[in-house]
């Protein structure tokens, strides 16, 4: 009966007709393999528990994690080329685009991890802390140690990790975290009892927030392989954070607070108060996952590069975008946008990057530029139309991130700041080297082959 049962779920809720086959056709061919199968990769959707309680958790300034009051008009500029965006980005997120924003970016871990941790030893009120693996290691203690000074001081310190990230190092971060006194919440980890073998719907938010007054958020994980500087790092791994203050802290605050609910937290005990302003950025907050916000962040992408009038800039250690996707890219080189891709020449998961060398043709052939950076392994994650409006988040373009992950990703506009990521992000590329289709059309059969069995598998990856 098993079987029969997982299939007609299947039938009932897979959104995609050819998945809704696939697993169909698995359940009822294998039925002792497929429906567990099913039950550990199949079962993707979540209902969040938190929005009753965020507006208590915030306080009266907030209404759904945002400022109340509407935001000032918006600048010309923005009015005038990125209003059409600007309203899809309202229409598809919870949060409005505020302005008086700063950010700042963080170049890998030497340059990230010191300010989190004075942000983290100069707190006086809260501290939230999400991550999807905190490492042991010599930057893991220093987390540690720092967040439970903290909560000696009498601080409220919240730390949220995902319950399958919580294995990628052992001790695990959780029991680490609850010896030193630290409140901890993992984001729905695997169990027996009562049954909860999922191993999709993960929290891929990296977020730290400190007083509701300065905010950090990107890709970068808490771990010592960030540390690229480090002659004794065997597995340097490049990375993007950035440092945020204003009023977007709050749509920050919020998102934690939504998943420290889903993840069976209790409302913070005090009221934050509202940031005050900080610098000249529009910013909004979007979130996706496999729950209300799904396929949010991919309408999204494709309605930023359909606004493209000159550029589009990708970095994305996982290369996997949805058929949609790529049509948004082809149709943005066709009108003369130039589009650059910039992937890892060697990834930390291999099959991915077996799978992405399948599908590069389909870019290539329509004139979109990649380029492979050579090692160490970047995990950066970026997204730049034209020299005003930029993506920083946790979402990388592969179907893990946009339709089986929680993902955190901030909308910013403004021109300042553009140009120092187009900077960034150029210098990357004239470091890189670039990936021509007679490169991918002249792999051998044997590697075409593996290639292909690894693409059969994206959807999963």
Not at 379 to 399: R, V
Not at 411 to 440: C, K, T, W
Request: charged content about 20%; proline content about 8%; glycine content about 6%.
């Amino acid at each position: 009966m098993l079987a029969p049962a997982t299939a007609v779920h299947a039938l009932l809720f897979k959104r995609d007709p050819k998945g809704a086959f696939g697993w169909i056709a698995v359940c009822l061919l294998a039925p002792v393999a497929g429906p567990i199968l099913y039950v550990f990769f199949g079962l993707n959707r979540a209902r969040s528990r938190a929005s009753r309680i965020v507006p208590q958790a915030l306080g009266a300034n907030l209404e759904r994690g945002e400022l109340i009051a509407d935001p000032p008009a918006l600048p010309d500029h923005i009015a005038d080329d990125y209003r059409p965006l600007a309203g899809i980005g309202q229409s598809l997120s919870r949060h409005k685009l505020l302005d008086g924003n700063r950010a700042e970016a963080l170049i890998n871990g030497e340059q990230a991890y010191p300010p989190m941790l004075r942000a983290i030893d100069s707190a006086s009120n809260t501290i939230y802390l999400s991550t999807y693996i905190l490492d042991a290691g010599d930057t893991g203690d220093a987390f540690v140690q720092a967040l439970s000074t903290a909560a000696r001081r009498g601080l409220q310190v919240c730390v949220l990790v995902d319950g399958f990230g919580d294995y990628y190092s052992l001790p695990r971060a959780s029991r680490r975290l609850k010896r030193v006194g630290v409140q901890v919440r993992r984001f729905l980890p695997p169990r027996l009892f009562p049954p909860s073998l999922s191993i999709n719907m993960r929290n891929h938010h990296k977020l730290l927030i400190v007083d509701n007054r300065l905010g950090f958020t990107g890709g970068m994980n808490i771990g010592d392989r960030h540390l690229v500087d480090d002659p004794n790092n065997r597995r340097p791994t490049r990375d993007l954070h950035f440092c945020l203050e204003g009023p977007v802290v709050s749509q920050l605050s919020a998102e934690f607070l939504r998943t420290w609910a889903l993840a069976g937290g209790q409302p913070p005990k005090h009221e934050l108060p509202p940031p005050q302003p900080a610098g000249d950025l529009w910013c909004r907050t979007i979130t996706d996952g496999p729950d209300e916000d799904l396929d949010r962040l991919t309408m999204l992408l494709i309605a930023a590069l359909a606004q493209a009038r000159r550029s589009a800039r990708i970095m994305t250690p996982y290369f996997l975008p949805t058929r949609e996707l790529i049509g948004a890219l082809q149709a943005a080189a066709l009108r003369g946008i130039e589009v650059d891709v910039i992937l890892p020449e060697r990834n930390n998961l291999p099959y991915v990057h077996y799978a992405t060398r399948n599908m590069l043709w389909e870019v290539l052939i329509r004139g979109i530029r990649v380029w492979y950076q050579p090692p160490p392994f970047n995990h950066g994650k970026l997204l730049i139309i034209d020299d005003e409006y930029c993506q920083i988040g946790s979402a990388n373009w592969d179907p893990r991130s946009l339709r089986l992950n929680f993902e955190l990703q901030v909308e910013i506009y403004g021109q300042q700041f553009a140009a120092d990521i187009i900077d960034h992000f150029d210098r990357v590329r004239d470091s890189s080297r670039p990936v021509s289709l007679a490169e991918v059309d002249g792999r051998s059969l044997p590697a075409r082959f593996r290639d292909a069995c690894c693409w059969l598998f994206s959807p999963y990856l």
